[in-house]
């Protein structure tokens, strides 16, 4: 080694060890409760109180409290590769409210400023469907509803100006569709077909009603629904009125793409759009960088029997033209101001159930 390239050498590790250590708990400033490597035997998550499945505890970089992957809500599928922040440290950030203005806000959601239409109960519209198919035996027919927005041009607003906020500080910017980008999963990847052991048809009649809450979102006729912060859930959303059973809340949204390339993925929302029997065509909602309200909603706590009581969501995947796509539905009459929340884990095939206790 030459003179000159030890003095270099020297610098940059002299730089290094005066720099603050990169990310891990420094970008959020205040209270820096490090504590070193020694006092990790008595830990325990979080969220279920556990100690078990240590390879699956995950400190955060700020706070090092612990999380199970499976317990974080939406799941982990894996240890994030570089620094993780838990849900409270995560949202101490300063929030900057969306401004409640207007233009700001439909610019934001690309809403269509068109005349307002008569937009009428569409309840009564749907036809009986007379032609049974041969493959679907409905027996008691449950039809989904569309969300009903509130009145008040004022709170529809509001309640937009919510979810701009929460998007904002994530990041992302708002998609109500999937998303197919360059260099991920293309659209033609997504066939439900290929679903291990089939998926659901979503009913015409109800992909009406999907295909119309779109539509109302695109003219600014929100869903009754506000984002808000909570210190220890971090994002959450409310009902802002009353909900009726088997209403729509939202599609979930976001980038699609195989399971495969996600397995190292950062990404705290993945959810699962294709379980395929052959795994390498699984694909995941990755909602970081596109998504829409479905992310900030909570999943219960499935360890107690208090977190089963809070569930007015299921989460459902269904065969919409073939393609898959999951769904939010409200499992029961939600009152005014109830948090929304579904279980992660409790349907079939819907998350990769080696992440389950
Ligand atoms: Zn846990
Ligand atoms: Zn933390």
């Known amino acids: 080694m030459s003179p000159s390239t030890t003095t270099k050498t020297k610098t940059l590790l002299g730089r290094r060890t005066r720099a603050p250590k990169p990310l891990s708990r420094h970008p959020f400033g205040d209270d820096d409760t490090y504590s070193g490597d020694d006092c990790y035997d008595d830990l325990r998550c979080e969220r279920c109180g556990s100690g078990d499945s240590g390879d699956e505890l995950l400190l955060c970089d700020k706070c090092d409290r612990g999380y199970h992957l499976f317990c974080l809500r939406p799941v982990l599928v894996s240890v994030p590769k570089g620094s993780w922040f838990c849900p409270p440290c995560t949202k101490r950030r300063q929030l900057k409210s969306f401004p409640l203005v207007q233009t700001k806000i439909i610019d934001f959601f690309r809403i269509q400023t068109t005349k307002e239409t008569g937009q009428k109960s569409i309840h009564d519209t749907h036809k009986k469907r007379k032609r049974s198919s041969s493959l679907v035996v409905s027996k008691k027919k449950r039809k989904l509803l569309p969300f009903n927005p509130c009145e008040d041009p004022i709170r529809r607003l509001k309640q937009m100006a919510s979810l701009a906020t929460a998007l904002t500080a994530t990041g992302a910017e708002f998609s109500n569709e999937l998303t197919y980008m360059p260099g991920m999963a293309q659209r033609s990847a997504n066939r439900a077909a290929f679903e291990q052991g089939g998926m659901q048809v979503l009913p015409k009649e109800d992909v009406e009603t999907l295909n119309l809450c779109k539509s109302m979102m695109e003219r600014g006729e929100w869903p009754p629904l506000m984002v808000v912060f909570d210190p220890q859930e971090g994002f959450t959303v409310e009902a802002d009125r009353f909900i ?5 809340i939202t599609e979930y949204t976001g980038d699609v793409d195989y399971l495969k390339n996600r397995e190292h993925d950062d990404g705290d929302s993945m959810m699962t759009l294709l379980s395929a029997s052959n795994p390498s ?12 309200i479905a992310r900030f909603i909570n999943g219960i706590n499935n360890h107690t029997p208090e977190g089963k009581k809070k569930q007015n969501l299921k989460c459902v995947r269904f065969d919409v033209g073939g393609e898959c ?33």
């Not at 990755?286 to 998504?291: L, N, Y």
């Not at 499992?331 to 929340?341: A, T």
């Open 325 to 357: 796509r999951v769904l939010l539905v409200a499992n029961r009459d939600i009152s005014k101001g109830e948090r929304l929340y579904y279980d992660y884990n409790g349907h079939e095939h819907e998350y990769p159930t080696e992440h389950f206790v």
């Open 244 to 248: 009726k059973d088997l209403t729509i």
């Open 281 to 292: 065509r699984s694909l995941v909602i990755c909602p970081d960088k596109h998504s829409n």
